[in-house]
């Protein structure tokens, strides 16, 4: 019969409706999925006892791909079509892979195509291709073990992952049959597993090494909402380092040649590994390399091999926390995660600049996944209504152009999604019948220094005056932090939307930088802003009195009246291409004003009076 | 009236208990559902209720309601694993049928 497992009170479900959720971590290196099983989250494992799924494809001629521990065996004698580290290349594109310093370890097919292809015996894959079936092996495992269909998965994702990224991973776990409930920040899943959402408030610093890559995220939990204040790293630091550097030392010590032996080099560096692994229970291990002599490498020499690895890690913490504006006291909870933070000196080290015992009772390479887990299983719908959903928010203000190159912001940064907004805009001019919608990211006031994410045309709008027009632009932005943007005239309805894919991405830095450079810029942000603001409104205002002249100057107006008011047109017109400063402008457009303020009055009562004739008096007082 | 538990079901209940952090055993029920009548329910008791049977074995207490005890009575909860799976199972002499699948049952 079937296996049952222990509900919630009350959360019986009934037989073949078991809500079946896990959640997943698709790491760089290895990938892992858990589950929520009688009230306990563990991490799922294969028909070896394993939990830790190597991230790497194998695309062997005439053959079904292969994912994981079997995969990586044809590393050394198909290197090509033994596809690992996909994860650093999804969802960006081959200008963006260019331009990256990473190493990818793998060939791209050579077309204009903006979506890269990787060249396998199997033909081109793109990297969501790949992604899927990784994620298609955890399924596999997942419903194996839980004896059934899924019906949801968590997905995390590294806190710096833009759209395209977020979307690419979504696209991926879609391709692997999956129904995303939906995409969660990695350390907001760490934080989770410990429970730490279960508190009112607080800063939690995660401090995630792994394999070949280091991230430290600085989060604020604010009534039960995770805002991401900071995150840093490094992302060719890792474990795989502290393996080389002992296997140096190895070297070193016994014999240079056996650099130039692969086979010889590859063995070196497993044993370094092995070194690695004893020694954050022991103090002192044996290396044995064949034909020579046994190497002692103590706990104390160790530390000192990796001694700058793990000051560079610190220095990245504390940039973080800089960024995030906070100082080390502000932080109340410290979060190690990432296989590497067993070794010792990382722990004692993050303990001793944060001031703070860190959390590591959870099996660091599984934590993610648990939190995840623990998510999905709220989101099935396996407890009780007064658990709390977690919600996230977007790193970044998104908004759209306005006149003048300014951005008008839309959704601020650090709303909690999902969320819709919607703002109202105009016509610029008389009879304007089609509008760009630019989509913008970022925190600048000037489109020049946000990020440029869509452009999309509404058109067909009634031809009207200026300022007629009501045209109600609505942002939503899902639960996976991804946007969609629609524009819609209110009078007519004519609409028209976007779903924002950008075609390429933001690194972690560049966020970073993106949002210090607001913060720096601030002061000449508003003085920008003002000025552009300025020169709009002067644009606007020669605009309506050309074409209140052009109608009626002449009739309304005496020769030397009408020769004020141009001379004064003229000096705003000269005003606001010279002058770079706002208040120039607006006593421009006052003078323009004063000047033709009888004009304005004399063209009221003109429009009055050829409005009412024909009428009778009495018709209007009804 | 009785109802027991093997160790290992013990031993497993008292471990998610624990982990849990709260509750005072679990509940042993039936539900009219399913493509044969009746399935199987276990949930985590955070409540004795006044009608509730408890059992207690292995330091374990089991609550049954009146209204289930009649199809339950001689049942025996066991933990086992069935390749990666692994749940709980209800060994009960009162079933006579049972669906293809074994979620549900008939007395």
Not at chain 1, 104 to 129: C, H, M, Y
Not at chain 1, 265 to 281: C, G, H
Not at chain 2, 55 to 64: A, C, D, Q, S, T
Request: charged share 25%; proline share 3%.
């Amino acid at each position: 019969m079937a296996l049952l497992q222990i509900s919630e009170p009350g959360m019986s479900t009934a037989p073949h409706e078991h809500r079946l959720a896990v959640g997943i971590d698709l790491g760089t290196t290895n990938s892992l999925v858990a589950s929520v099983r009688s009230g306990i989250a563990e991490a799922l494992v294969d028909d070896d006892g394993t939990a830790l799924l190597p991230s790497v494809v194998y695309y062997g001629e005439g053959k079904t791909p292969e994912v994981g521990a079997s995969a990586l065996e044809n590393f050394s004698k198909d290197p090509l079509n033994t596809i690992a580290s996909i994860k650093r290349v999804l969802g960006r594109s081959a200008k963006d892979i260019q331009s990256a310093n990473d190493y990818i370890p793998f060939q791209f097919e050579n077309n204009s195509d903006s979506v890269p292809r990787v060249k396998t015996a199997l033909g081109p894959r793109t990297a969501v291709e790949i992604s899927a079936d990784i994620l298609l092996a955890l399924k596999q495992r997942a419903e194996k073990t839980l004896g059934g269909e899924l019906v949801g998965a968590v997905i995390t994702v590294p806190a710096y992952f833009d759209d395209s990224q977020r979307q690419a991973t979504k696209d991926a776990a879609t391709l692997a049959g999956l129904n995303v409930y939906r995409l969660l920040n990695e350390p907001t899943a760490a934080a989770i597993a410990y429970g730490l959402d279960q508190s009112a408030e607080g800063v939690i610093a995660v401090y995630d090494l792994g394999g070949g890559t280091f991230d430290v995220s600085i989060l604020r939990l604010r009534k039960g909402v995770f805002e991401v204040m900071a995150t840093g790293g490094d992302s060719a630091l890792g474990g795989d380092d502290f393996d080389h550097a002992i296997a140096n030392w190895v070297i070193e010590k016994l014999d240079s040649s056996i650099r130039d032996d692969d086979i010889a080099m590859r063995r070196v560096l497993s044993s370094a590994r092995q070194a690695k692994e004893q020694l954050t229970s022991e103090v002192s291990t044996v290396i044995k390399v064949a034909n020579h002599p046994d190497l002692e490498l103590t706990r104390e020499q160790f530390d000192l091999l990796i001694n700058s690895y793990v000051k560079k890690t610190v220095m990245s913490c504390r940039r973080a926390l800089r960024d995030a504006g906070i100082e080390k006291e502000d932080v109340s909870e410290v979060v190690m995660v990432g296989g590497s933070t067993r070794v010792p000196l990382v722990r004692t080290q993050v303990e001793k600049f944060f001031a703070k015992a860190p959390h590591t009772n959870i099996d660091p390479d599984r934590v993610v996944a648990i939190g995840a887990a623990i998510q999905a299983d709220i989101l099935a719908g396996n407890k009780p209504g007064d658990e709390m959903l977690l919600l996230d928010v977007i790193p970044l203000s998104l908004g759209i152009e306005t006149m003048g190159g300014l951005v008008e912001k839309i959704v601020n940064r650090n709303t909690t999604i999902p969320v819709a907004r919607a703002q109202e805009f105009t016509t610029y001019k008389d009879g304007q019948t089609a509008m760009r919608v630019h989509v913008l990211q970022g925190e600048r006031e000037l489109v020049s220094d946000c990020r440029s994410l869509a452009t999309f045309d509404l058109t067909g709008l009634p031809p009207l005056v200026a300022g007629a027009a009501k045209i109600k632009v609505t942002f939503q932005v899902d639960a996976d932090g991804l946007l969609s943007v629609s524009a819609q005239e209110v009078n007519t309805g004519v609409s028209a939307s976007i779903e924002v894919k950008p075609s390429y991405g933001l690194t972690d830095s560049e966020i970073e930088g993106m949002l210090k450079a607001s913060m720096d810029n601030a002061q000449q942000d508003m003085i920008a802003r003002s000025l552009r603001e300025e020169q709009v409104e002067a644009d606007r205002v020669v605009e309506a009195l050309n074409s209140a002249l052009a109608k009626d100057g002449k009739q309304l107006l005496e020769e030397q009246e009408l020769e004020k008011i141009i001379n004064q047109r003229d000096a705003l017109i000269a005003a606001r291409h010279n002058a770079d400063n706002a208040e120039l402008i607006k006593q421009a457009i006052k003078n323009v004003e004063a000047a033709s303020e009888e004009y304005v009055a004399r063209r009221m009562n003109n429009s009055v009076r050829s409005m009412m004739k024909g009428h009778k008096l009495e018709e209007f007082e009804k | 009236m009785s109802i027991s538990l093997t160790e290992s079901a013990a031993n497993r209940v008292k471990t998610f208990l624990e982990k849990r952090g709260k509750g005072v055993g679990v509940r042993l029920g039936v539900k009219t559902t399913g493509c044969s009548g009746m399935a199987y329910t276990i949930e985590f008791a955070d409540e004795i209720e006044d009608a509730d049977t408890v059992f207690e074995e292995n330091g374990v207490k089991i609550l049954i309601n009146p209204k289930s005890l009649v199809y339950l009575d001689g049942t025996e909860l066991d933990f086992s694993k069935e390749g990666l799976n692994e749940g709980f199972k209800f060994n009960n002499p009162n079933e006579k049928d049972r669906c293809g699948c074994g979620e549900s049952f008939t007395v």
